[in-house]
């Protein structure tokens, strides 16, 4: 029994990470998601971390793990963490700077800047409600293929 239940948690992980951006071993580079809604990119502390989604998230505070538990879909970055502007332009998936993101419509998005590179300015002179109604449908494309 104890092994069907490791292969199953095996299994869980490799699926539900693929939808996410898990790179540094957390969702966001392991940044708080839940700080972000307090205009504060915070990185995260692996002493306050949870798995949702078969992925890890990690927190700078108790208060903020908890407000995630409570909430999980209202924190959990868009597009998995990926680069919101690549999946509406391109439909790939990029890794992001956890430092670069917005907060629109109540929803955290994640953004590419390196290397004189910043999408997010992309996205908002390229029109942010056109490229996000493309990367919603790229990103179904994506999570069911």
Known sequence: MKKLWLLFLFLSFSVFSQQYNVKKGAVANG????????SNALKGDKKFATIHDG??????????????KKNPTKYTPQYGGYCAYAIGKTGEKVSVNPKTYEIRDGKLYLFYNSWGTNTLKLWQEEG?????NKADLNWKKLIYN
């Open 31 to 38: 940044y708080d998601v839940v700080a972000y809604f307090s």
């Open 128 to 132: 942010a409600v056109e490229l996000k």
């Open 55 to 68: 992925v890890f998230f990690h927190f700078s505070s108790q208060e903020n793990l908890n407000s995630f």
